[in-house]
């Protein structure tokens, strides 16, 4: 339930009691509301690295499939869809494995705090392939270089795990994004891709930034998913 839909439901039932103890119990309602959306976040947060921990350490079951939640509002307003969210274990480690074919290597630990990371964006993008409905979420987390994490996220029906006829936001790709001038550009489209942005982020994001970093980095040019 979104802060908005919430709030109308209160308000429904503010109708129904005295004006003055509306203030007090708003407050209170309020506030537990959101205890209870940080509460729920902090364990969804702290399983997902303690598994996290278990596949650095070779002993997380084979087939493992990370849930990460349900998007929060910063996603939703992005337009991505109140489904699930997912990561297959075995994905995560092709992708940052030195061998894997579009050479994104990355330490499996430098993904800590993921879910709370989607969450809470530097900013997100539309995909930049054509006829591709995925979303490209930039995240504060970073690589030992510096590199920023993306996470690409598509609706996926019918993934392995689940029941049948059933839909998840599915991580399609991670990975620390070394092409920064790439980034640059996407912020620059402006809503040709931009689809929700952080202003004060995404400003600290393009200031430390070195000359350098922004015209360097690995020869793939597009979006790997």
């Not at 919430?6 to 959101?34: E, G, M, N, V």
């Not at 809470?120 to 510096?146: H, M, R, V, W, Y």
């Not at 360097?216 to 979006?223: A, C, L, Y």
Request: hydrophobic content about 40%; aromatic content about 10%; charged content about 25%.
């Amino acid at each position: 339930m979104s802060k908005k839909v919430f709030r109308q439901c209160l308000d429904s039932f503010f109708d129904t009691i005295k004006p003055r103890f509306y203030a007090k119990i708003a407050t209170f309602s309020l506030a537990r509301f959101f205890a209870y959306i940080f509460a729920a976040m902090e364990n969804i947060n702290s399983k997902f690295n303690k598994e996290l921990q278990l596949q650095i350490e070779g002993t997380l079951p084979k087939g493992h499939i990370y849930r990460l939640g349900y998007p929060g509002d910063i996603l939703l307003s992005a337009g991505i869809e109140n489904l699930p969210i997912e990561l297959i274990a075995s994905r995560l480690e092709n992708k940052s494995n030195i061998n894997y074919k579009n050479k994104h290597p990355f330490e499996i630990s430098e993904i800590k705090d993921l879910p709370k990371a989607i969450n809470s964006p530097i900013a997100i993008f539309n995909s930049t392939k054509l006829n591709d409905n995925s979303n490209i979420i930039l995240t504060e987390l970073k690589d030992k270089n510096g590199n920023n994490f993306v996470v690409v996220l598509k609706v996926f029906k019918n993934p392995v795990g689940n029941k049948i006829n059933t839909e998840v936001n599915n991580i399609r790709s991670v990975y620390p994004k070394d092409r920064i001038e790439e980034i640059m550009n996407w912020i620059k489209s402006g809503y040709k891709l931009v689809k929700w942005l952080d202003k004060e982020k995404a400003l600290n994001f393009v200031s430390t930034q070195s000359p350098y970093r922004i015209v360097s980095g690995n020869k793939e040019g597009s979006i790997i998913i």
